[in-house]
């Protein structure tokens, strides 16, 4: 019998986005001696991320989203620029992708996968797209954009739950035109935390990626990030 890969479940709260980094960095680092897969659970205090397609945003423009009370970090995910903030669950799975299956599409798919899953579990119908993510109808609903190195995966997806909406506004979200953004909140017309998607994701994902999950600690923070933006 095959035995399910085992991944642990780190719940981290609201943390910074650095601090998000940081972390996601330690549990790759875990991976170098033997598979040690994760899912890093967190909500970040407002940050417009950027990603490493085509060239840098242009400074002005990343000190007026700094000017709206924001941080501003480029990541080395895949993706254009978008939004992290409170009411958004983001979730890092940290992955052997070789105790799963060798391939970065099969990967992302299964991301798309598991949050329509986790849609249709509230009653939303939600779909993929051309676009990475997934959406509802012209809005999109989830964010993702990840790396992945020597197949162990970092970075993830961002799901609006009761996210406030506006901060995308000043945004074209992911660099694409004429779509907007939605959350599970906006399309129940009623208020849907974190908290209460959280469960419907692991079931989710456990699903999609044929896994067994088991909860991890919570790191402690560390004052000193040392996490370089660029």
């Not at 840098?56 to 007026?64: H, I, K, W």
Request: net charge positive.
């Amino acid at each position: 019998m095959t035995v399910k890969p085992l991944v642990e479940v780190v719940r981290l709260g609201l943390v910074p986005y650095k601090e998000g980094l940081r972390l996601q960095q330690v549990y790759v680092n875990r991976h170098r001696s033997a598979p040690a897969h994760a899912l890093l659970l967190c909500q970040h205090s407002p940050v417009y991320t950027t990603g490493i397609r085509h060239k840098p945003y242009p400074g002005p423009l990343l000190d007026q989203l700094r000017q709206l009370g924001s941080d501003v970090h480029r990541a080395n995910r895949g993706g254009l620029i978008t939004f992290h903030g409170p009411g958004q669950l983001v979730c890092y799975p940290v992955l052997n992708l070789g105790s799963f299956k060798k391939s970065v599409r099969w990967y992302v798919s299964q991301l798309e996968k598991t949050i329509i899953t986790l849609c249709g579990r509230f009653g939303v119908e939600a779909a993929s797209s051309p676009h990475t993510g997934v959406w509802v109808g012209d809005n999109k609903i989830c964010a993702i954009g990840i790396h992945c190195g020597h197949y162990v995966t970092s970075h993830g997806l961002a799901l609006n739950c009761n996210t406030d909406l506006s901060w995308f506004g000043h945004i074209v979200p992911c660099g694409i035109e004429g779509k907007g953004v939605t959350s599970l909140s906006r399309e129940l017309q009623r208020d849907v935390g974190v908290q209460e998607a959280i469960p419907h994701l692991l079931d989710a994902f456990k699903e999609q990626f044929n896994c067994q999950l088991t909860e991890g600690e919570t790191p402690e923070p560390e004052q000193n990030f040392g996490v370089s933006s660029a």
